[in-house]
């Protein structure tokens, strides 16, 4: 929403103290992000579904800033799939009886879209159903009924590092490296799982095949980009681990992104790594909103070009640097979790916080992470696609060199400020008498044997605590000197100190006795939708905190 990584906009996590919407208001990071961008540049500007945690039935009122419409799903309902729960433009919230979650969303959605191509104005239009997250914490997401019988054989992949061996495991660092063996439970709850969550993508199949419909139905289709992506990417029983999203492995931070639109090529697979901060940049591109007149604070770039010529290797190159940073606990979406901290639910890990640079290349790909228990990972992604072979302590002159390189790099985009993230290698650059004029830009050129000893010398990057926020000191040293002092503060206020209690509803509304979504609401009316729903009684949105 603010094209930011998250240690400039200090919403660092999903709850308070380290995020949320009360916080991203707190900042006032509300008067400068996406919408208000939109509508400058002549967009409708509209949201349906999911825009935060933390938005709730304790502030849904007044409406977030900018959007020029927004149906928002409310805390504490946001994930549950059969009390649904939202706020049209901050009204009092409504309760949607009998229906699931996705397809109130899908309804709503193309009522929108239907509004929207009958005015002049272009328009972006965000829709965001909580499908497949668990519902509420730890049970399986509870999809469509209509969709129920299917995938009912279908078993999760079975890849090298699925509840791997002792020698693997091992090597892994904080709470993952001991986590026992996935007992035979635990990996049927992990197939259960998989299983509620492909039919629960069936809701959001439904979506993307009514929306594309609609578009091509109006003449639209062509002149319209279509975006289908995620907030994360989750694991099943890799590493040890039942299922979740905390990691910083292939599985959690690789996301899906497909794009339809003028310009880009069917079929065609882009090379070029990006991030969620690449959008916003890339929207206001698309919206015509010149370079110069954009935020000044985005850390991401346009990924226009790249989606137009997929296979530009220079493109791809020029974005090899992934950073990769979080702060909070690990949890275990399942019932039946290993281990944890005493006096909080089982799976829970308070040792999760974690910098993590991710080199993304045809030719060279790493993972190094520097965690808060002092623990070190480095992974030769080619070689090793399933991260199992943890090389920080290797004495081999080759990996060392490496390590060195992505240290530094790490230690500049852990608190990169804009050009410094697009370009981190700018600010690393060897001494003259090394370079002969040469200039670094990619990890390749760095690892020049004359730069051995420049990048050797950098600190190593480092967490003195588990705090599971962002606090400058506990994050020392920083590269370049300084670097502590932005971290996007001159954009946003001060939150030091900020926490809210999560609310709880002093009559909280119950689940359905029978599964909602069946056939009879696969094509329901909007009118339908709206006969069904009624608005909170004031002990449902009155909490008792």
Known sequence: MRGQLAHNTNNTHVRAPGGGYPKFLAAAEDDDYLPHWLTKAGYKAEYIGKLFNGNAIT???????????????LDPYINRHDAVVMSEDGQRPKLYQGFQQTDVVRIKALSRLDALLQQEDPFFLMIAPTAPHVHNITDPPIPPARYLDRFTNKTVPRTPNFNPPDRFQQGKPAWVGKLPLLNQSQIDETEHLYRRRLQSLQGVDDIVRDVVAKLEEEGALENTYIIYSTDQGYHLGTHRHAAGKSTPYLEDTNIPLVVRGPGVQSGAISTTPSTVTDFAPTFLEIAGLAEGTQPQFLDGASLLEAWKTPNSSAIALKKEAI?????????????LASGGVPGYLPGYFLDNDYKTMRIVGEKSAWLYSRWCTNDTELYNTLDDPYELNNLANSTNPEVTRVHARLNALLLVTKSCAEDTCREPWTVLQPPANLTNGKVVTTLEEALDPAYDDFYAAFPTVTIDECLNLQIPSNEAPFYPPGAEAGLGMAYRENTDGFNVPDPVPVKPIPGQEVTPGGWEHRHASFETLMASARELEDDEIETTS
């Open 59 to 73: 502030n849904y009122s007044p409406a977030p800033k900018g959007w020029t419409h927004s149906d928002l799903l």
């Open 323 to 335: 950073n990769v940073e979080f702060w909070g606990y690990g949890f275990t979406e399942i019932p």
